[in-house]
């Protein structure tokens, strides 16, 4: 029981600490020794005031290395609950696993997050969708960069009037573009781990077509 305390006491001090700690905001660092967040939610719609976050998927990502072993994934209770979403994602609204509260949910992805820049695909989505989930409980939004590999791989492009460029690229787009499997799509977990495989391969390109051998956050950011 005392462990139990101690532990419980380490976690809320982690997750409390997420809001004191500064993000660091210099972009001179290299890709490689940066750490990075993959992320993706499994959600009941996408109306960010009606629609719940069902599950947070999330990989970290250091030294060009998918760290599995330190991947981060839970499922959350939620009242909301929509049928056709389900056919999707294929998250039960009735589970025999007890699920923790959307508060106990944030609290342990906050203390994984820590300062990590987060990743995504069309990113925009997954953090308004927590942001307003930190909201519901009270919680100050997000403050860590983000990158999105919808916008990044555009970069990759080569701008020419014979190559028809898409307004959006889905991550579909991107795993059949670089032949990542896509067996376990529309789930968060495999969402996060295709988006981390494509987030190589799309930094790998930027390397070759500008020509350089080390990568910085600025290339990333700028």
Not at 10 to 38: G, N, Q
Not at 108 to 129: E, S
Not at 132 to 139: K, S, T, Y
Request: proline share 2%.
């Amino acid at each position: 029981m005392v462990n139990f305390y101690i532990k419980c006491k380490a976690i809320v001090f982690s997750f409390l600490e997420y809001f004191k700690k500064p993000i660091d905001e210099s972009l001179l660092k290299t890709v490689e020794s940066t750490r990075f967040v993959v992320l993706d939610t499994e959600t009941t719609g996408f109306d960010y005031t009606t629609d719940r976050i069902l599950c947070i998927g999330a990989v970290t990502l250091q030294n060009g290395v998918i760290a599995i072993p330190e991947s981060f994934e839970i499922f959350i209770e939620q009242e909301h609950y929509d049928e056709n979403t389900a056919k999707i994602h294929g998250i039960l609204k009735d589970w025999i696993i007890k699920r923790p509260s959307e508060l106990e949910a944030l609290e342990q992805f906050l203390t994984f997050l820590d300062d990590a820049i987060i990743i995504a695909h069309h990113t925009f989505f997954d953090i308004t969708m927590i942001n307003c989930a930190l909201e519901r409980n009270n919680l100050p939004k997000l403050k860590n960069k983000t990158l999105d590999t919808a916008f990044l791989y555009k970069k990759t492009l080569i701008i020419s009037n014979l190559l028809e460029r898409k307004e959006h690229y889905t991550l579909d787009d991107l795993a059949d573009k670089f032949d990542i499997s896509k067996k376990d799509r529309h789930t968060a977990m495999g969402d996060a781990y295709i988006t981390a495989i494509a987030f190589l391969k799309i930094v790998k390109k930027l390397k070759d077509k500008k020509g350089k051998t080390e990568f910085t956050l600025r290339d990333l950011f700028n």
